[in-house]
T-cell receptor, first 113, second 113 residues
Framework: DVKVTQSSRYLVKRTGEKVFLECVQD?????MFWYRQDPGLGLRLIYF???????EKGDIPEGYSVSREKKERFSLILESASTNQTSMYLC????????????FGDGTRLSIL | AQTVTQSQPEMSVQEAETVTLSCTYD???????LFWYKQPPSRQMILVIR??????QNATENRFSVNFQKAAKSFSLKISDSQLGDAAMYFC??????????FGAGTRLTVKP
């Protein structure tokens, strides 16, 4: 059974902290995504990666960076967390060309105090 | 920019009855894809149904079907014989070519026993 695993379901951090959200997929997929989900706004793409060390900015990359050192792992980094980054974060993966997410993780609900 | 609008933040349906979720989108393109995703409470988002714009026939997956009106830029989801397990957030999404997916704000569906 295919799986996208996000390291934390719930996370509470303080303003100014450096925060790491980890995502691992076991399907050998080329593509991985980080989305942010907010009420009334749906899902918005933060970053997309189509291969190891390759990344592209999505709609809302400001305040975020990503790392993909291995094919199965895609990390989202909040360099200096702010309260407006309190949100649900979804990781996803897909195979082949195209930017359609196929498999999603359970999500990480991040609160910045 | 393409936008996706879901005008119903919340809907409810009685078990075993039929419900229709609305979605409209804005595009000047003729070739694109449309999707409905389901996000159950505290569970992973999954793809429910997909429609290619060049196909006139409406997509169907078991109890889920769409009413695709290309000229009206409308893409509604019909759920027949609703079940308790259908309770979820439903997201409409649009994608053209190799561009990013665009998601609507979502509709929360409640199923009453």
């Amino acid at each position: 059974d295919v799986k996208v695993t996000q390291s934390s379901r719930y996370l509470v951090k303080r303003t100014g902290e450096k925060v790491f959200l980890e995502c691992v997929q076991d399907m050998d997929h080329e593509n991985m995504f980080w989305y942010r989900q907010d009420p009334g706004l749906g899902l918005r793409l933060i970053y997309f990666s189509y291969d190891v060390k390759m990344k592209e900015k999505g709609d809302i990359p400001e305040g975020y960076s990503v790392s993909r050192e291995k094919k199965e792992r895609f990390s989202l980094i909040l360099e200096s967390a702010s309260t407006n980054q309190t949100s649900m974060y979804l990781c996803a993966s897909s195979e082949g060309q195209g930017r359609q997410p196929q498999h999603f993780g359970d999500g990480t609900r991040l609160s910045i105090l | 920019a393409q936008t996706v609008t879901q005008s119903q933040p919340e809907m409810s349906v009685q078990e075993a009855e039929t419900v229709t979720l609305s979605c409209t989108y804005d595009t000047s393109e003729s070739d694109y894809y449309l999707f409905w995703y389901k996000q159950p409470p505290s569970r992973q988002m999954i793809l429910v149904i997909r429609q290619e714009a060049y196909k006139q026939q409406n997509a169907t997956e078991n109890r889920f079907s769409v009413n695709f009106q290309k000229a009206a830029k409308s893409f509604s989801l019909k759920i027949s014989d609703s079940q308790l397990g259908d309770a979820a957030m439903y997201f409409c999404a649009y994608r053209r070519g190799n561009n990013d997916m665009r998601f609507g704000a979502g509709t929360r569906l409640t199923v009453k026993p």
